[in-house]
């Protein structure tokens, strides 16, 4: 094993390579030890089960993925925010499939200690929004839109579900400045209460 130099951080890189190759689903400890040529013991030394490792890749690809939006959206509001917003998670999620759909996971709090990550990626959807002039609670119901107009679109695309001859990268332009038109008419609420 010391002549591999295994460490959590290298099989975390190593699963999430595996996810985008093959799906998320066929990464085991047992196809992870083979890529390195050990035994399953040699991968549970570094990681407690299949769990752990999961979630140590989706939370590397949240990491990633926040980290490209970031930079996409930096020093912009209003639709070129959003657009730029839109486009890094679209294209985070098609270039490196397998990690995104670790993204989706449902990961409990103390499995993201030492990671900001999550709070970070709030942090930007937040921002991006008040430029529309939201608040709470409108700026968590706009971001639980965002996210899922822009999972569904992802997953339909990733999975092949769109057989129509239109561009996809035209249905995608529309449904963003749609997304636009409604954040700048977002129903307020008078009394500030959510329904």
């Known amino acids: 094993m ?22 998320l689903e066929q990464v085991t400890v047992s196809a992870l030890a083979r890529r390195f040529g050990v035994k399953d013991a040699s991968v549970y030394s570094h990681v407690r089960n299949l769990r752990e490792l999961r979630v140590r890749v989706a939370l590397l690809g949240g990491a990633e993925m926040t980290e490209r939006i970031a930079a996409a959206v930096a020093g912009r509001a209003g639709r070129d925010a959003l657009v730029a917003f839109a486009d890094a998670y679209r294209r985070y999620a098609l270039d490196h499939p397998g990690r995104y759909a670790a993204t989706q996971m449902r990961i409990a709090p103390e499995e993201m200690v030492d990671t900001t990550g999550l709070r970070r990626s709030v942090e930007l959807t937040h921002g991006m929004l008040r430029a529309y002039g939201l608040a709470e609670p409108d700026l968590t119901d706009a971001g639980r839109l965002l996210r899922a107009t822009f999972h569904g679109y992802v997953h339909l695309e990733l999975n092949g579900g769109f057989n129509h001859p239109r561009a996809v990268e035209e249905s995608w332009a529309r449904s963003l400045d749609a997304l636009h038109v409604l954040l700048e008419n977002w129903p307020r609420h008078d009394d500030g209460s959510s329904r």
């Open 2 to 23: 010391a002549r591999v130099g295994l460490t959590a951080a290298k099989l975390t890189a190593a699963a999430a390579e595996m996810a985008d190759e093959i799906g």
